[in-house]
Structures are given as C-alpha cells and as structure tokens.
T-cell receptor, first 118, second 115 residues
Framework: GAVVSQHPSWVICKSGTSVKIECRSL??????MFWYRQFPKQSLMLMAT?????????EQGVEKDKFLINHASLTLSTLTVTSAHPEDSSFYIC??????????????FGPGTRLLVL | DAKTTQPNSMESNEEEPVHLPCNHS???????IHWYRQLPSQGPEYVIH???SNVNNRMASLAIAEDRKSSTLILHRATLRDAAVYYC????????????????FGPGTRLSVLP
C-alpha cells in the first residue's frame, strides 16, 4: 500500500502560537488530500479538502482563517493552526487520495499529529 | 453517500473468527462498500472493499448480501493487534465525483480482542 507521513507526530505549544503540520505522500502523487480532526472517543471529522494548486474547501463550521491549508505540490499539504487555543487540542489526521486503475478511490492516512495547546 | 449502521462495540477471543456487520439499506447500485480500521492513536488504514461479490485479501474477507443491503467483514483469526475501531463506508466510483468529496466516517465498531 501507499505511505503517507505526517510531521510532527506530536506537538505541545502555548496558547496564541501557530503550529504547522505537514502531510506527505511518500510514494505516489496526490492531487487531493484531506484534513481531519478527531477528539477523544469520537470519529474522524473532515475539516477541509486540499487540492493541489488551488484553494482548500472547508467544511461548514471550520474557520478557514484559523486553519490555513496549503497544497503546494503533489506530495505535500500543510495545515497551520493559527493562534492556537486549548480547545484546538486534538488529533489531526491527513489522508491522500489515490485512484485505482478500476476507478475506485482509496485513501491513505497519515499516522496523525497530536496537538496539545496549553 | 448512503448511510451505514454498525454496532457500537464487539468483543472477540483471540484466535477466533470475528464477524463485523454493517447495514446499508439505502445503498445505490454503484456504491462500493469500503472498510477501514483505526488502531489506537493511529490514522485509519484500508482493509478491503467490494461491490457485489465476496472479496478476500490478506487482511480480511468481505461478505456482501445478495441484495447488497448489508455486508460483513470477517477476520478469520483475531489477534490482539486487530483491536481497533472498524469503519464501514459507502463510496461511489471516482468517475462520479466531480467535487473531490470525501469518505464519511461514522462512529464505527470498536472491536476488543480478549487474550
């Protein structure tokens, strides 16, 4: 299967600072990547869809000015949490879409980044 | 994408088979059935997918009802490493998707494996 990496795997920061999370598809090109957030004991919630070379599409209720997404290349998308607050503490997961030859979509997920804002 | 329903949790003994059910009574003719699982503190991983016929791979088997309104993920011999949340997701083929829409993750089934 394909490999998606995330960096950092965990981060602790002070309230008011900005944090950047990188998502890389290591062995395939991904025109579309996705960012999710997961709170304890809950399912994944899609935050935004990141398309290479264009603006991200944000889900309802997700502040685009707070969660900045950049998809500058076919293998890299970044999520920046600006002016982080304790309520932004969560598990952030990215995925990269790969289309099989039979036109079926598979998503390959990164290992996640645990953010703790003090 | 049509909705799926799964039991909140299931328990299995190690080395025994596990059958994880999923109901999807509103499935459309072109929806594929996908299964992903999420181990603790990790991102989800692909398990298997199918359309109509039963499918096997090295991780699991997928049994699809004849009317396609339900399916079952089968782990033939559960190990402690199979303890995870299992998600059943319906998704149409990519050629129908012009807007980069996404999988929708429900609450899934939390599988506990007892030694």
């Amino acid at each position: 299967g394909a490999v998606v990496s995330q960096h950092p795997s965990w981060v602790i920061c002070k309230s008011g600072t900005s944090v950047k999370i990188e998502c890389r598809s290591l062995d395939f090109q991904a025109t579309t990547m996705f960012w999710y957030r997961q709170f304890p004991k809950q399912s994944l919630m899609l935050m935004a869809t990141s398309n290479e070379g264009s603006k991200a599409t944000y889900e309802q209720g997700v502040e685009k000015d707070k969660f900045l997404i950049n998809h500058a290349s076919l293998t890299l998308s970044t999520l920046t949490v600006t002016s982080a607050h304790p309520e932004d503490s969560s598990f952030y997961i990215c995925s990269a879409r790969k289309i099989r030859p039979d036109d079926i979509e598979t998503q390959y997920f990164g290992p996640g980044t645990r953010l703790l804002v003090l | 994408d049509a909705k799926t329903t799964q039991p909140n949790s299931m328990e299995s003994n190690e080395e025994e088979p596990v059958h994880l059910p999923c109901n999807h009574s509103t499935i459309s003719g072109t929806d594929y059935i996908h299964w992903y699982r999420q181990l603790p503190s990790q991102g989800p991983e692909y398990v298997i997918h199918g359309l109509t016929s039963n499918v096997n791979n090295r991780m699991a088997s997928l049994a699809i009802a004849e009317d396609r309104k339900s399916s079952t993920l089968i782990l033939h011999r559960a190990t402690l490493r199979d303890a995870a949340v299992y998600y059943c997701i319906l998704r149409y083929p990519f050629y129908r998707d012009n807007y980069g829409q996404n999988f929708v993750f429900g609450p899934g089934t939390r599988l506990s494996v007892l030694p």
